[in-house]
Structure formats: structure tokens, C-alpha cells
């Protein structure tokens, strides 16, 4: 059942709700770098409406294992996203997602359909915000040896490292440049 609520019993007032989501939108939508721990993650949510318009504020939080991109190593992260977002009534946002002034619509206002909002979508796009593209098991991780594979975290190695990666350009460091020649 994804989290939505019924819009009709909703006033000015907010009311507060604890809920969760399943994880099984994981897969598809974080790849292969993510696997999240346990198979829900909470949602604290704050909603009220006044008219047509529905605002809805909180918080989801989970945890998420994935390997080290630099070592390979499995660690674990925790999740702690806010969101506030404001649903407006059918036809009210531009079609085309843009405003007179071509800038791009507001992504923390969208429609509702007149009878529910979605709060499950809106708590899955603020945890894609807040995972980082190449997470580190630790900042100062110094990653896998490129010439042995040794985890220089562990132990060091004795290998030469290249100064650049394509050891093809290695020479040019060798030519001196004269910058007022
Ligand atoms: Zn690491
Ligand atoms: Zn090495």
C-alpha cells in the first residue's frame, strides 16, 4: 500500500502521522550502490489544508548498506531527509513546468487529484536527494592499491605508484618548459 492521504477529513490544523514505507522501490530506483537495511523506512509527516491547497512537512529516515567506492569495504549509512511540500488543486500548476519567467517549476509543489496525496513519492525523491553518488566507508579512506589490490586501510604495500593515471604521458613530465622562452 503506498502512503498516501485521504484529503477531505484534513483542515487547517495539522494533524501528525507516523508511518512507514516498504523498500522494494530500492531496486529499480537506486541501482546497484544501495541495499537497504530492514524492509521499511519511517515517515513522520505533518499535514493540513486550507482550501485546495495541501501542505505537507516531515521527515523519512532509514538505513542503507553499500560497498566502499573506494575499497570495497561494506559499510552502512543512516538516512535522515526533511521535506515540506505543498499540493495544489488540478490544473493550477503550468502544464508545460515552467512559469512565465522560464524557470523551472517548484519540485516541492506539485497537483493532487482532488481526493489523496501522495507522500510516499515525495519521501522516496528527498532519500535519492541524500545519497551521495560515491559513498566513502570513511572520509580519509585511502582505497584499494591500484597495482596489487592491497586495502591500503589495512596494510601498505610497496608498490611504485604512477604519479598519473595513464603512465602512456609519464615522459612529458620529464620536458622542462621555459615559461619566458
Ligand atoms: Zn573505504
Ligand atoms: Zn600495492
Given at each position: 500500500m503506498p502512503l498516501t492521504i485521504d484529503i477531505?477529513?484534513?483542515?487547517?490544523t495539522p494533524t501528525t502521522r507516523e508511518e512507514s514505507i516498504g523498500t522494494d522501490w530500492c531496486a529499480e530506483r537506486l541501482g546497484p550502490v544501495y541495499r537497504p537495511v530492514g524492509d521499511s523506512l519511517a515517515v513522520h509527516v505533518k499535514v493540513s489544508r486550507v482550501a485546495d491547497l495541501v501542505e505537507a512537512s516531515g521527515r523519512v529516515t532509514g538505513r542503507f548498506a553499500f560497498d566502499c567506492s573506494r575499497c570495497a569495504a561494506e559499510a552502512e549509512l543512516a538516512v535522515d531527509a526533511e521535506f515540506e511540500h505543498h499540493f495544489v488543486g488540478?490544473?493550477?500548476?503550468d502544464a508545460g513546468g515552467e512559469d512565465d519567467d522560464g524557470?523551472?517549476?517548484?519540485?516541492?509543489v506539485s497537483e493532487h487529484d482532488g481526493a489523496r496525496v501522495d507522500i510516499e513519492e515525495i519521501a522516496i525523491q528527498h532519500v535519492l536527494l541524500a545519497l551521495p553518488e560515491a559513498p566513502v566507508c570513511a572520509e580519509d579512506c585511502k582505497g584499494?592499491?591500484?597495482?596489487?589490490?592491497?586495502d591500503r586501510n589495512r596494510e601498505s604495500c610497496s608498490c611504485a605508484l604512477?604519479?598519473?593515471?595513464?603512465?602512456?604521458?609519464?615522459?612529458?613530465?620529464?620536458i622542462k618548459i621555459d615559461p619566458k622562452g
Open positions: 477531505a477529513p484534513l483542515t487547517s488540478e490544473g493550477q500548476l524557470f523551472d517549476a517548484d519540485p516541492d584499494l592499491c591500484p597495482v596489487c589490490g592491497t604512477p604519479k598519473s593515471a595513464d603512465s602512456r604521458w609519464a615522459g612529458l613530465s620529464q
